[in-house]
């Protein structure tokens, strides 16, 4: 039986560890992060809003990403870690709570932005404390969080103080800067004193947050149609949306994420931490921007399809939101090539094509019917993933 003084010790993991339920138990609340991300744009469908929903997001992301790297070297079970992931949990969901207002307050109540903010700030000073406490005998790893604190989060920290005092596009462009500079940082920084001690841990973990993104774009599609009656149809829309994200599912799970767990198992040292790095902290991110963009059109087109009393079955998707259908698509497209790029050192030339047309693809969707841009997106990614899947077999 554990003692008391054995309890309240973090325990480092090892090469076989593996995801634990606390880490699904914390994954929960970015479950709605995210979802609440697809309303602030859907909310306002302009290119400004979706540029703010897309500064949201990745503030969300790096919350996200720094719990993914504590847990990879302290187990989350243990119970010091579990108290901060219970704590980080109801800071974030509270973060959540704020994003419907971050760039519109509401009369009455706290103000939105500063709230955000402030909360952000916590879970960023809770993971470099908690780091910190993890190896008190590590002095590359405190010299290296030294640096991150004061050029990756401190910088930053002030800009987004400062933007919350603002709206419109003079907060955004702020906070898109805080953004830069905490991303930027990390380069900064440099790569000594982090490590992945589990690249299966890692690579499970990054997989699972893929799911979740992925989850959202299916819960989008019935958010569209609610409060709506079932008609034809949605019948034929619901399906082709489930492919779409059925595509991206096998594109990601059966061409990227094997070749980058074995990639990184075999790198050492900071060579294994630059390519976590870039692989999985940064070129993640484009991965669940695209699908969080791509549960944007998928709900205007449900809702649309849906919603017979003011909107006809030949009407397309207007704005922006006929270009985030595909370009979502082709965001993800685009990064799951540079991960194989970066992975194995060659370039797949059908997802590169693929991706830049989807990401192009808007002005030709805003002509066409709704249901048939959303059924034509669903062919198109099937083809996509058979070319691929074609030349990489033909390659090998």
Known sequence: MATRSERSRMAATGDDHRVTPAELFFDLVFVYAITQVTALMAADPTALRLLGGAVVLALLWWCWCCFAWLGNVVRADSGPVFGV?????????????????????????????????????????????????????????????????LLSVAPPFVLLLVGSTFTGITQILIWLGAVLIDYLGIYVTGS?????????????????????????????????????????????????????????????????????????????????????????????????????????????????????????????????????LTAGVGLFVLAAAAILLRTTGRASVALIAGGLLLLCAGPAVAVVPALLALTLLAAVVAALVFLDRRTADGGA
């Not at 009455?108 to 932005?113: R, V």
């Not at 960023?124 to 406490?133: A, F, G, M, P, S």
């Not at 299916?218 to 149809?233: D, E, H």
Request: proline residues 6%.
């Open 85 to 149: 992931l219970i704590a980080v949990m109801a800071v974030v969901l509270v973060v959540s709570l704020t994003v419907p207002e971050v760039y519109a307050d509401a009369p009455g109540g706290l103000p939105a932005p500063l709230v955000f903010v402030l909360c952000y700030g916590t879970v960023r000073i809770l993971h470099l404390v908690t780091y910190w406490l993890s190896d008190r005998e590590d002095q590359a790893l405190h010299a290296t969080l030294r640096r991150t604190a």
């Open 192 to 324: 000594s004193g982090w490590r992945v001690a589990s690249p299966g841990h890692f690579s499970e973990r990054h997989g699972l947050i893929v799911i979740i993104a992925l989850g959202e774009s299916i819960v989008a599609i019935g958010v569209g149609v609610s409060g709506l009656p079932v008609n034809a149809p949605v019948l034929l829309a619901a399906p082709a949306g489930l492919l779409v994200v059925a595509g991206l599912w096998r594109l990601y799970f059966r061409r990227i994420s094997e070749p980058a767990e074995h990639r990184l198992a075999a790198l050492e040292g900071d060579d294994r931490t630059r390519f976590a790095r870039d692989v999985y902290t940064f070129l993640h991110l484009p991965l669940v921007a695209g699908v969080v963009l791509t549960a944007l059109g998928m709900k205007k087109t449900l809702q649309q399809v849906a919603d017979t009393h003011h909107h006809d079955l030949s009407e397309p998707l207007h704005g922006v939101v006929a270009w985030a």
